[in-house]
């Protein structure tokens, strides 16, 4: 009977704990993209920066179920590139680029 009383106050521990877990994983997803395309002369800084939230902010509405059905689709051999999900997403991140000043990666030095 004491767990009865017990579990509400639990569950709203649970709710009021900070929630920064999936912002701060997003935003390091983001830093290490625009490490990276500035380390190896994609981009500068701020161009980096635009182009990798919205890369990564494309690529975090993907859901479970599509990312099992695309690695579905690898082990089977096939192509997910026809899957309509897939091909709204490369839509998506094409336009990402859209205005952007990028360069070919070079060697860092």
Known sequence: MKLLQILPLALIGFIAMPQANAIDIKQNNINTCVSGAVKYKVADQNTATKLCSCT?????????GQMWEIESYAQD??????????????????????GL???QPQKPA
Request: charged share 30%.
């Open 77 to 98: 051999k096939k192509d997910p590139s026809s899957l309509p999900y897939v091909k709204k997403m490369q839509k998506d991140l094409q336009q990402c680029t859209v």
């Open 56 to 64: 990564i902010g494309v690529r975090s509405k993907m859901t479970i």
């Open 101 to 103: 000043d990028l360069k």
